[in-house]
């Protein structure tokens, strides 16, 4: 069946209304042998486990989750006292979806020996292929055991993070770190006597290092010891412990108010990173490097194929680009990436979408890690490419496999000038020299 790949950041009001009547039971109940996780179990059930777990993270609304529901309970069973299944609302749990970078679904999550650092399952979604995926992975998880080559330990309540990623702010470094800063900082004020900052700690040190990952350091987390550095916690106004501040480059610092697990400052964490960044650039397939970068480093690559600029010039161009550019400050939030390439320049490229041709301008939201695609079907402007994205994040647009299973052959080319095209020169002939007489009249047999 088709995979969904694409985020989900919101859905149609028929949508929600949909999902509000699903509940996790029309997908799992209580006689099913998926074990039903949530914010409240996931740590028990899972992090502190000794066992493999396979982990679906689904949303009510989305399809494919809905196909492949049936599959999922037939690994369940056929996988009962092996290894463990288990699944996660992650439309209705987001900060467990935000811990584990989940943005797509269905997203399926294998955790072995290393509880906090889970692998993608990238297989087929048949209940063959995903016990097979599973008896692999265990196989793998056996052997590290055996050779003691292997990171598994059964992992405290507070596992996963590391102190060193918090970062340790005092009166005198404070200003230079945070506000002088264009990164986002959260800032945790504690005292060590605290016991609620004693249940934190943990939390905000697995916190710091999934941050730090999937922010690209752009959010930072850190700690004043409130009875230490008196002034920091006067200026703030700090009265109770513990206390979390946001601070925003040039903005007054706010409260954070949300839940104190890894999970919710994860989720706050990211909101922050994506309301704060910059819109994507909009770079041209010049090389293989460049289409490499941008899509494999991103969830989701976009990609143009413009007309030739003989046909649009410079202007008519322009116009396209600017069309992408809106779109991807408005879709900033997603985090992917942004190609365009004129039409011919890259035909292996074109052809493995199915473009090659005809039909300029055209685009393709291409997923390199499932080697998934969907076409735009609709006008390329505003309103067409917002309602073509706005399908996909939903889940409701049809995929195909990129042709060949792989990203194809890119060629260097040199860069768009800015200009408009010049048609290509000829060479001029003098034909003065050349006696047309002598063969004048002359008849061939």
Not at 51 to 79: D, N, R
Not at 414 to 437: A, F, I, N, R, T
Request: proline share 4%.
């Amino acid at each position: 069946m088709a995979l969904a790949f694409f985020v989900s950041s919101f859905c149609l009001a028929g949508v929600l209304g949909c999902s509000l009547v699903l509940s996790v039971q029309a997908f799992y109940s209580a006689s099913d042998d998926v074990v039903e996780l949530t914010p409240s179990n996931f740590n028990r059930e899972v992090i502190q486990s000794d066992s493999l777990w396979l982990v679906e993270f689904y949303a009510p609304w989305c399809g494919h989750c809905q196909s492949l529901t049936p599959e999922w309970k037939k690994v369940a069973t056929a996988l009962k006292g092996i290894v463990k299944v288990g699944a996660v609302d992650a439309d209705q749990h987001k900060s467990l979806g935000g811990q584990y970078g989940v943005r797509g679904f269905p997203t399926i999550k294998i955790f072995g020996a290393n509880k906090n650092k889970p692998e993608e399952y990238q297989g087929a979604r048949s209940s063959q292929a995903i016990v097979d995926g599973a008896m692999n992975a265990l196989r793998t998880l056996v052997k590290e055991r055996l050779s003691g080559s292997s990171g598994y330990n059964k992992q405290g309540g507070g596992g996963g993070g590391s102190k060193k990623d918090v970062v340790e702010l005092t009166d005198d470094n404070f200003d230079k770190m945070v506000l002088e800063s264009d990164d986002v900082w959260m800032v945790e004020f504690f005292a060590p006597w605290c016991g609620h900052c004693k249940n934190l700690e943990p939390e905000w040190a697995a916190a710091a290092t999934a941050v730090k990952d999937q922010t690209k350091g752009k959010v930072r987390l850190g700690a004043v010891d409130a009875t230490v550095h008196q002034g920091l916690s006067s200026r703030y106004g700090i009265r109770g412990f513990p206390t979390i501040k946001i601070f925003r480059k040039g903005e007054e610092p706010e409260d954070f108010q949300g839940g104190r697990t890894r999970g919710d400052i994860i989720e706050r964490a990211l909101d922050l990173f994506s309301d704060n960044a910059s819109p994507p650039e909009l770079l041209e397939i010049l090389n293989e490097d460049v289409l490499k970068k941008t899509c494999e480093d991103s969830q989701l690559c976009i990609i143009a194929v413009l007309p030739h600029i003989l046909d649009t010039g410079a202007a008519g161009r322009n116009g396209y680009l600017e069309v992408m550019m809106k779109m991807a400050e408005k879709y900033k939030k997603k985090m992917w990436g942004w190609v365009w390439t004129e039409a011919g320049a890259q035909m292996e490229l074109e052809a493995s979408l199915g473009i090659g041709g005809f039909g300029y301008p055209a685009m393709a939201a291409i997923n390199t890690r499932k080697m998934k695609y969907a076409l735009l079907r609709g006008s390329f402007s505003e309103t067409g490419i917002h309602e073509f994205l706005r399908e996909l994040s939903v889940g409701r647009g049809s995929t195909a496999t990129l042709g060949g299973g792989a990203m194809p052959k890119i060629h260097p080319i040199e860069p768009w000038d800015g200009k408009d095209g010049q048609l290509p020169v000829e060479d001029d002939y003098d034909l003065s020299d050349v006696d047309m007489d002598d063969d004048f009249g002359k008849d061939e047999l």
